[in-house]
């Protein structure tokens, strides 16, 4: 007898979950309550921009950013590299849909990068410093 196969298509339903996680105070380096929607994704971006790419086992491959590697690079390439870097970092969380209008200002030993990110709960300006 032969194994009969049913070739009809599997649906599959795509959720989406909350967003609600912890609020950090990085100032004093404490939890302090919760945060959901917009103030979660602004945390969620410090985090994966201050976290370096493939450093720390706990973390996936595909959590971070690769700034080490801007280190003693020219500035000229560090402001492309970086525009590449953060969107790169940042398009890995599924609630971030793009990352645009990249601004440079150049400070001593580092640029400080001003960028807008565009999230399912709307647009949120953000920054990070870029060590050279």
């Known amino acids: 007898m032969l194994p009969v196969i049913n070739n009809s298509i599997l649906q599959v339903e795509e959720k989406t979950y909350p967003s609600n996680t912890f609020a950090i105070d990085f100032i004093s ?61 940042l398009l890995q969380d599924d609630r971030i849909k793009a990352v645009y209008d990249f601004g440079f200002e150049r400070i001593k030993d580092s640029i400080i990068v001003t960028f807008t990110v565009d999230t399912i709960f709307g647009e949120i300006e953000a920054e990070t410093e870029v060590s050279l």
């Open 29 to 89: 380096n404490k939890i302090i309550g919760f945060v959901d929607e917009k103030e979660a994704i602004k945390q969620a971006i410090a985090l994966i921009l201050n976290t370096e790419r493939y450093k720390f086992l706990i973390y996936s491959w595909n959590y971070g950013a690769e700034f080490e590697d801007l280190i003693g690079v020219h500035l000229d390439i560090v402001e492309d590299e970086s525009e590449r870097l953060i969107s790169e970092a």
